[in-house]
């Protein structure tokens, strides 16, 4: 989703002033992007509109930076169809508040009942967990080893009795065991039936749970969208926690979700591990969406468009220390598929002096033809071994490649610059590896 909106929002970039033509035909590139990324038919369509509406506004078309505008409308309007602000969890004046998870089977409700009340012990909170999942075999267990980990206590009764019960002697068991936080782990099914829903609004009405929080799976798309709706209407929810958006890379529940039920998302889980939560943010999500940057799609982007094999020849090289002109070339041209190369160092965690040193090796398209031409009017022997470019050379070749000799002197200053760099690189390769495979 990301690519595409970037695709069709940097297509306004290269034109100066904006006519309402070019805004209609960038939207209808939104509107499939948004559509393919499995966002509801109406949201999308509302959506559209109102941007639209923004955009062919005096305001906009008369501005200096168009397109900026466009963009920022973007990226507003995408943030308020996600709720604007965070919506935390309320917690009650009169301790414990009580958070009741429920969802389908498999969403992640365990596993974030875990998260949850291991985000809250961090903030100071004693929570106490509570096994109410009665029927999948092994769901007690899950918890109790999930509260193992965190070093939270966990209420069980066995699978014997009901889960109303269960809900309610965990109650005073907080109370008389000072937790102030109680979460209650309910029990999914692989669909929505009355039978589930019914369970749940008893636990409901026995506890009176200050915050119902849905789970869903990011990856279901529309489906998780449907199955909040569901939930909602029977039972009432205050809130939604998108798991396994760690792998979702369409992004289309985390729009449709708040659009569609009115309810918040106050959470994303991004792994299987318990402290990959994340409070949601609607700002920084819709960042995400635009691409905006961060690790995770820079990850992605490296995965695609860097040829492995290509990376792993390259890095015996650098090991040898043996790189030549054509090899970067080569890694010129990688680089430039991944987008501004500024960028993409940008996002890296802890490249922002590479950055520096790099200074103003400019990997634009222009520079990087310029320089495809100059190495190519070398000789075989010059690529291997620039050291052997004297002046004479170094005239033959700016004239073969209609450069001047001072260009040519740049380059092979960058790629000077270059081989440093990849011996530093190749120092910090193994993180880098672990990060992903950007090699
Ligand atoms: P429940 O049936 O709703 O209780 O779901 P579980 O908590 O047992 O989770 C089902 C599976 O989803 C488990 O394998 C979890 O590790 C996995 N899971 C849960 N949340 C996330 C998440 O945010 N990201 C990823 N990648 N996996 C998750
Ligand atoms: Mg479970």
């Keep these: ?187 999914g099914r692989l669909h929505i039936d009355e039978t589930l829903m019914d369970e749940l609004k008893s636990v409901k009405s026995e506890v009176k749970p200050h915050e119902i929080l849905l789970v869903v799976d990011s990856m279901t798309g529309q489906d998780a969208v449907n199955v909040s709706e569901s939930f909602n209407e029977a039972l009432g929810i205050d809130g939604v926690v998108l798991t396994k958006l760690d792998g979702d890379t369409r992004g289309g529940a985390a729009l449709s979700i708040r659009s569609v039920t009115k309810k918040p998302i106050k959470f994303i889980g991004m792994g299987e591990k318990l402290d990959d939560l994340e409070p949601f943010h609607p700002d920084r999500m819709a960042s995400r969406i635009l691409g905006m940057g961060d690790i995770l799609s820079l990850i992605e982007k490296a995965q695609e468009n860097i040829d492995i094999e290509k990376a792993k020849e390259l890095e015996q090289k650098i090991k040898k220390q043996d790189l030549d002109l054509e090899d970067f070339l080569e890694q010129m041209e990688q680089i430039q598929n991944m987008g501004p190369l500024d960028k993409i160092l940008g996002m890296m965690p802890g490249m922002g002096n590479i950055k520096d040193q790099l200074g103003d090796v400019d990997m634009n398209g222009k520079e990087i033809k310029r320089t495809k031409a100059i190495v190519q009017a070398m000789t075989i022997e010059e690529r291997r071994n620039p050291s052997i470019l004297n002046a004479s050379r170094k005239k033959r070749v700016a004239r073969g490649s209609g450069t001047s000799v001072q260009d040519v002197n740049r380059l092979l200053k960058q790629f000077n610059e270059m081989k440093k760099m990849m011996k530093m690189f190749t120092g910090s390769q193994k993180s880098m590896k672990k990060r992903g495979g950007f090699a």
């Design 1 to 187: 989703l990301s690519d595409k909106l970037q695709s069709a929002l940097g297509k306004l970039k290269s034109k100066g002033k904006l006519t309402e033509k070019d805004v209609k035909d960038a939207m209808r590139e939104v509107k499939l992007a948004l559509l393919e990324a499995d966002v509801n038919f109406k949201v999308v369509k509302d959506f559209i509109k109102k941007v639209q509406e923004r955009c062919v506004g005096q305001e906009v078309m008369e501005s200096l930076t168009p397109a900026q505008h466009v963009i920022k409308i973007v990226n507003e309007e995408l943030t308020s169809l996600m709720g604007d602000v965070q919506s935390k969890i309320m917690i009650s004046s009169k301790p414990p508040t009580v958070i009741m998870m429920v969802g389908l089977q498999g969403a992640g409700k365990t596993t974030t009942s875990g998260k949850l009340g291991g985000y809250f012990k961090k903030q100071g909170k004693r929570p106490l967990l509570v096994a109410c999942d009665v029927y999948r075999p092994a769901a007690i267990k899950q918890l109790q080893v999930v509260g193992e980990k965190l070093d939270i206590p966990v209420f069980n009764m066995g699978d014997k009795e009901s889960p109303v019960n269960i809900a309610k002697a965990a109650l005073s068991h907080a109370i008389k065991n000072n937790n102030d936080l109680v979460i209650i782990d309910t029990a």
